[in-house]
């Protein structure tokens, strides 16, 4: 390996760094030099405050303490790690080898290369929690001896091992990633995981309850025990591990420490080694290869129509509609089902029904009878509102396929049918998966669980009709592979999104009406057992349909008067780049 060529690149590495720094302008300049500013500053701060910590907190307190100390500060700093980690996936490296093969330098200064960019580039972890480590250990060494200079080589070895860890993980997706979807759906899956543990905690405590989770740890007898011996096992704890056993004397478990980091530090950089060998010639693929197979042999008819693939869903016709709306709805469910900023989309209400679910589930007080549709009126409202960014922007995702419908014969009626049919699977899937999860924590009256059902139904339909009009008037284009929008919203794009706001709740309101006229009927006691919610619900999905078949023809003419200009929104910077 020639240190020349590793002083070269990270040369350069800065110098890009620099220069785009200067293409970004005066002002990005300056809040870059404050960045640095603050860094400087945290650096010094959290070194300070840690070693307050270790120097006059910790100073009489058992070995025991330490221990939880120090698992406490790992800990946040994992959190951290994976919330930086998972951001800064977007890229598996950072000096891409295929702009460097013609170049002369090995494979393993390439890889080195990479390796400290990847270290460098963590910079609020090296600016916040490496100095904290630091500045713990050298308050504990001052207050409890000599004995704590093992701290300084078992934080060495253990950042070693969680940078090399996550750096073979980077060049495991590197080789998933190869495939551009692939790499969208893998950083959706990272980013809603992340986002699920952090919040972990959380959700047992509202869906077991504070006393649940208590008992549960009540059963062991000696907690010290078992944070200990997770410690002792875990490569994770071994630092807090190592500097107990430096407060009490003992230095084998911290050598043992340092060379079990030091071991799982070389197998992951081997192994990341081995995944850059493999990208740097080509060899990432993961299919094995054909052999030759036996001799043909002739097939009879039977067996041949027996082996003709199944018709695909594009070929499937759903009936009542015509061949342009099925061919619209089939196409656009397709999409939806395959692109990552959909999905990403999609798993919103999913969160939205763990988190709203658990709050409500933990509600001490029983709700009454018809507080419970009205709970589930609101669910619905909240579910239809985090799909917003989908269907109200429905044009803004077909980016340069926008084309084919301002070039296709179809009708604009049957274009917006079809789109809003597609939507339709997942959305009422969505919402009755909610309500049998709503009709599982407070169970509701037979009448009022199918009303909801059909009240669902309308507030789709409602929804569609409001959508349409928002598609039309105000789209905007989204980046590929993610929810941004491709150029700076203008004010235009603002305006309507706080408008949209303040008429969303008036537009999902006419399906309120049922529920509070059945409430109304209860408190003036008209209505004796009449299932007036159940039956006013059914009759306004019908009056919701004709309502939006009716204005379906109108939107349809708007969209055809105006779809040279949405594609010049949608496609447009699509065009540039």
């Known amino acids: ?11 350069l590495q800065s110098r890009i760094r620099r220069n785009k720094a200067k293409r970004s302008g005066e002002l990005s300049r300056v809040v870059h030099l404050l960045a640095r ?7 010094i701060i959290s070194f300070s405050g840690l070693f307050a910590v270790g120097y006059f907190a910790l100073k009489s307190q058992p070995p025991n303490v330490i221990l939880y100390v120090w698992d406490g500060v790992v800990g946040v700093f994992l959190m951290g790690w994976l919330m930086l980690l998972s951001i800064e ?13 013609h170049f002369p330098i090995s494979v393993s200064g390439l890889f080195l290369i990479n390796y400290v960019s990847s270290i460098l580039g963590e910079a609020v972890a090296m600016c916040f929690f490496f100095p904290a480590m630091l500045g713990l250990a050298t308050g504990l060494l001052f207050s409890k001896g000599a004995a704590m200079l093992w701290l300084f080589p078992l934080i060495a070895a253990f950042i070693l091992m969680v940078t090399a860890v996550t750096y073979q993980f980077r060049g495991w997706l590197a080789v998933l990633m190869m495939n551009k979807r692939h790499r969208r759906n893998i950083l959706m899956m990272v980013t809603f995981v992340t986002m699920i543990a952090f919040q972990f905690p959380n959700l047992s405590m509202r869906f077991l309850g504070r006393q649940r989770v208590s008992s549960a740890f009540s059963h062991f007898s000696q907690p010290e025990n078992l944070v200990r011996n997770i410690s002792m096992v875990v490569p994770l704890g071994w630092v807090g591990y190592g500097a107990m056993s430096s407060a009490e004397g003992r230095f084998l478990p911290p050598l043992l420490g340092i060379a079990g980091l030091a071991l799982i530090s070389a197998l992951s950089l081997r192994r990341s080694y081995r995944t ?17 197979g036996p001799p043909l042999t002739p097939v009879s008819p039977a067996a041949k129509a027996a082996s003709l693939p199944k018709r695909s869903l594009l070929e499937w016709r759903p009936p009542w509609i015509s061949e342009q709306t099925a061919a619209v709805a089939l196409a656009n469910f397709r999409s939806i089902t395959r692109a990552p900023e959909s ?17 409500i589930s933990r509600w001490s007080s029983n709700p009454s009878e018809f507080t419970r549709p009205l709970i589930a009126s609101g669910v619905l409202m909240m579910l239809f509102l985090s799909l917003s960014q989908l269907w109200m922007n429905q044009f803004g995702f077909d980016r340069n396929a926008f084309r084919n419908y301002v070039l296709s014969a179809a009708s604009r009626r049957d274009i917006l049918l079809g789109k809003n049919l597609s939507g339709a699977p997942l959305t009422l899937g969505i919402a009755t998966a909610a309500m049998a999860l709503l009709e599982w924590v407070f169970p509701m009256q037979i009448d009022h669980f199918i009303g909801v059902l059909f009240q669902s139904v309308t507030m789709f339909l409602l929804l569609a009709i409001f959508a349409n009009f928002v598609s039309i008037l105000n789209p905007s284009a989204i980046t590929s592979g993610s929810l941004r929008p491709a150029v700076r ?17 008036i537009a999902m ?9 059945e409430v109304a009927f209860h408190w003036l006691d008209w209505h004796a057992r009449f299932p007036v919610f159940l039956v006013l619900s059914a009759v306004e999905v019908v009056a919701a349909a004709g309502l939006y078949l009716w204005v379906l023809g109108y939107q349809g003419r708007l969209l055809q008067s105006r779809e040279i200009s949405i594609l010049e929104v949608v496609a447009g910077r699509t065009a540039e780049d």
């Open 89 to 101: 996936l977007q890229r598996s490296e950072l000096l891409p080898i295929e702009k460097f093969m």
């Open 343 to 359: 999905k990403m989309m999609l798993i919103s209400p999913v969160i939205l029904t763990l988190f709203f679910g658990a709050s």
């Open 37 to 43: 500013v603050v860094a400087v500053a945290l650096a």
């Open 489 to 505: 919203p203008s004010g235009k794009t603002l305006l309507f999104g706080m408008l949209f706001l303040i008429l969303y709740p």
């Open 1 to 11: 390996m020639n240190w020349e060529h590793v002083r070269a690149f990270l040369w």
């Open 276 to 292: 850059t060998i493999r990208l740097y010639t080509g060899d990432y693929g993961f299919g094995k290869k054909r052999s030759g």
């Open 509 to 517: 309101a006419p399906s309120m009406i049922p529920l509070g006229l």
